[in-house]
């Protein structure tokens, strides 16, 4: 396991807190390929299923904290930093702000986070919409898209 520094502990915190929902100290395993595809690492279904049977030992279909570390510490770059994945997430978002309006409409973010995980609740995406949009503008923009990815 690499050694990750507190910027890189405290990203994959947030990631985790932001999955972890009920805040049972546990994650879903399905949601794992979203948080590594948000940081930029898409795996194959065969592969995604590799890591978690991996990294589940107790085979309960969650994830602690610490085996959510130990899997996506082989993924973080070693010389990742807060401003790296600023960067990152800031090109995701990039990727979906097609005019470059610097922001998105709050349907267009719940498509995204419906196509990230399928299984999510109409209820729930308007939860985190309703989080998210905290200025109530009917859009996301960078900082509050980094807020949600981030915690």
């Known amino acids: 396991m690499e050694e990750l520094s507190k910027d890189q502990l405290k990203v994959l915190r947030d990631a985790f807190n932001a999955f972890d929902k009920e805040k049972t100290g546990s994650i879903p395993t399905d949601v794992v390929g979203t948080i590594l595809e ?9 592969e995604l299923d590799e890591v978690i049977e991996e990294y589940d030992e107790d085979e309960s279909g969650q994830l602690e904290f610490e085996e959510f570390v130990a899997l996506a510490s082989n993924y973080v770059e070693p010389e990742e930093d807060y401003e790296a994945l600023r960067k990152e997430l800031r090109e995701v978002f990039m990727m979906y702000d097609k005019d470059a309006k610097g922001y998105l409409p709050v349907e267009e973010f719940k498509a995204i986070l419906r196509e990230l995980d399928g299984a999510v609740p109409e209820e729930e995406l308007d939860d985190i919409v309703d989080e998210i949009d905290a200025d109530g503008s009917g859009t996301v923009d960078f900082e509050e898209f980094m807020e949600v990815m981030t915690g």
């Open 38 to 46: 948000l940081l930029g690492h898409k795996l194959s279904e065969e």
